[in-house]
């Protein structure tokens, strides 16, 4: 583990022996020796990522009781983990629920917030709804063997949401505006974290898209704002500042619009306690102790409508309960509450106090299950507080501004930088470079350690045989002259050495990065620019890496040295076939741009590369006659010393053979970059027959 000293390894090894002489025994009795080995095993595992993630060497992960979930118990700090979920759940599930919960320990602070605006129905799952992206974005960036297991395990978990809006039914009889869309700002932050563009559900009612779309921008801002490892080893100060700084933008930007939602679901859940109420009072079955009121407003087909959906919900739990709405007509749901905007103002306000009472429960309900559960949230901080200081009220000082504390500007300055490139990690992103680079790591020692014999053959036969005079003896061949009696005046054993003939190579890759390389097509056309672009620097060939749609992109220039930065902005081409510029496939122009940028190079060898997938789609910037792609073909095949090759990318792609000469076309996505590694060592060793 990186970053540890001895002595923090020291302590973490003295937890692990208080780790297991506290293992609860009457918990471990429940299952079989076999189980048993397979849940400590697993326990010791997850307790070193929680000590590693959560820097918090003294916190023990302890085995909670079978199926009752994952709990850190503030107080006697301690993580109790479902024994169950240990022996069902994979590894890399459990990895991610604990790097998870360990990142909230790292970075995750509410205890600053008013006590009074926390317990607002509504406030606590929005803060959460967007706190649970914050965190991963940190331990995702920090530790990025996180993300594979990360989106697994969200992908296992995605029924959480169909969990939540059962429950919102059973308890409150309908899914409020609220709960949808705080899930909806989870979704937009998987999409984004799975390289997809926004796209808030179609299906979502017109009041809780117009929300979303109104705050998703200051809800990125929000999760984007959290430490780098560096500033979280730094200390708590700064940690908190990212966190109150996160916390303004929530409350400023995206409450006030969220709030609308959650006091139109108070006015529904008015309604539905209302009906509740009636169902107490009227009886199943009877259809005349309607309140008057009530019933001269209904007509009769209302009356039965209505009497119908009281009496079916006593008979399905044989007790008063929560009737979903969606069942009732809305006019009849208007003309009931125009009947509870009639009744006296202490009958109102009681229906309003239940409905906010029973918002903020399901509130409180689903924002725990979806909390860090390693942070301490401002109501367990004043009940600490109660239980240190007797008598002594916590909320006064959870009012005190929180301005002094804020990001200070030039901190503000460095984390939208930080937040513009994290923008472009989708394009500047090394570890999926990194991740493909390890899959196809043998093609590269391969393809380099073939060139580097094409080069030293090549070097070796610059001594020539059969001279009478020279720099250097061929021993073997004098010796045989001897054995013939050859004199050493008639000596034809000397070797000359010529002046080097080695090529001078400068290569130029130029991808499609249109729409139609989406998927499959541009991860295995990546895996090949990857092993050209290492071998080739390796190798110290000058390489020009460019991608096109409507615009040329470079990704690394001739001259420039194969450097992290280089890698991390060759990920974007991942990102590249998904933006808005994706649409065309301005292949003439492009090609065009890429010769003119290789004719300055100073190389006997230019050899011009080019992936595509399709038939070209120029933009409207790029559609004359002079970017007719056919023209320009010739014209550099023509006019220049370039060596022009075209690859078709996957099946289907036969015309590429009519637009290049010298081509490949359909090659298999699986044999992508195989294939491109054997087209380079041909270029390099046969040059001269291309």
């Not at 050859?486 to 400068?506: C, F, G, I, T």
């Amino acid at each position: 583990m990186e970053g540890l000293s001895s002595l923090q390894f020291q302590e973490a090894a003295r937890n692990f022996n208080a780790l297991k002489e506290t293992l609860d025994n009457e918990i471990l009795r429940q299952f079989s020796p076999k189980e048993q080995a397979t849940i400590r095993e697993r326990q010791q595992v997850l307790s070193s990522l929680a000590y590693f993630i959560g820097k918090d060497f003294k916190i023990p992960v302890e085995l909670n009781k079978p199926c009752e979930g994952w709990h850190w118990d503030f107080e006697k700090n301690v993580i109790r983990i479902d024994p169950k979920d240990l022996l069902e759940k994979s590894m890399d599930y459990l990895r991610f629920v604990i790097s998870h919960e360990g990142g909230h320990r790292r970075i995750s602070r509410t205890d600053f917030i008013p006590l009074e605006q926390w317990n607002e129905p509504g406030f606590a799952f929005m803060m959460n709804a967007i706190e649970d992206p914050r965190d991963n974005n940190f331990v995702v960036e920090s530790y990025p063997k996180f993300r594979e297991q990360m989106m697994l395990a969200y992908e296992e978990d995605l029924d959480f949401e169909a969990k939540a809006k059962t429950a919102a039914g059973k308890k409150l009889g309908r899914q409020p505006r609220f709960l949808q869309a705080g899930f909806e700002y989870i979704k937009q932050w998987y999409r984004e974290a799975t390289d997809q563009e926004f796209k808030i559900d179609e299906k979502l009612p017109e009041d809780i898209r117009h929300t979303v779309e109104k705050t998703l921008t200051a809800a990125q801002d929000s999760w984007w704002r959290y430490p780098s490892r560096k500033e979280a080893d730094s200390g708590e100060a700064v940690i908190t500042r990212y966190a109150k700084s996160s916390y303004k933008v929530n409350r400023d930007k995206i409450w006030p619009e969220f709030k609308k939602l959650v006091e139109e679901d108070i006015k529904d859940q008015e309604l539905a306690e209302a009906l509740k109420d009636l169902q107490k009072t009227s009886g199943a079955g009877d259809k005349n102790e309607l309140p008057e009121p009530l019933k001269d407003k209904l007509t009769p087909e209302q009356r039965k409508e209505l009497v119908d959906a009281l009496n079916k919900s006593i008979e399905a739990i044989n007790k008063p309960g929560f009737i979903d709405l969606s069942t009732l007509s809305q006019e009849l749901q208007d003309k009931i509450k125009e009947h509870i905007e009639s009744l006296p103002p202490e009958e109102k306000q009681k229906l309003q106090e239940q409905a906010k009472a029973a918002i903020a429960a399901f509130d409180k309900e689903i924002a725990d299950q979806l909390q860090g559960k390693l942070v301490k949230n401002p109501e367990q901080k004043a009940e600490s507080k109660k239980v240190e200081k007797p008598g002594k009220p916590s909320e006064k000082k959870e009012e005190e501004p929180i301005a002094p504390q804020e990001l200070s500007p030039e901190e503000l300055k460095s984390l939208n930088e930080f937040k513009e490139t994290l923008e472009k990690a989708k394009k500047k992103d090394r570890t999926i470079y990194e991740q493909k680079r390890r899959e196809v790591l043998p093609i590269i020692d391969a393809l380099e350690n073939d060139l580097r014999e094409i080069f030293t053959a090549r070097r070796a036969n610059q001594w020539k045989r059969g001279f009478r005079t020279g720099k250097r003896i061929d021993l073997k061949k004098r010796i045989q002259e001897k054995a013939k009696k050859v004199s050493a005046a008639d000596s034809r054993a000397w070797q000359r050495r010529e002046l080097p003939q080695e090529k001078d190579y400068a290569i130029t890759i130029l991808n499609d990065l249109s729409g139609s390389m989406r998927g499959q097509k541009i991860q295995e056309d990546f895996k090949g620019k990857i092993v050209i672009s290492e071998v080739l620097n390796r190798l110290s060939i000058k390489t020009e890496i460019l991608g096109f749609n409507d615009r040329l992109h470079e990704y690394q220039k001739f001259n420039e040295p194969m450097s992290n930065e280089v890698r991390e902005h060759m990920g974007g081409m991942l990102q590249e076939v998904n933006s808005a510029r994706a649409q065309w496939t301005d292949d003439g122009w492009a090609l065009e741009e890429a010769s003119r940028r290789l004719g300055k190079q100073a190389a006997t060898e230019k050899i011009l590369i080019v992936l595509s997938d399709g038939q070209p789609e120029p933009s409207p910037s790029h559609n004359g006659q002079e970017y007719n792609l056919t023209t320009i073909v010739e014209k550099i095949i023509k006019e220049t010393n370039q060596k022009l090759i075209g690859l078709g990318i996957g099946p289907g792609t036969e015309h590429v053979r009519s637009y290049y000469p010298n081509s490949l076309a359909n090659i298999s996505l699986k044999e992508m970059a195989d294939k491109l590694a054997t087209l380079i060592k041909e270029i390099i060793a046969n040059s001269d027959t291309l």
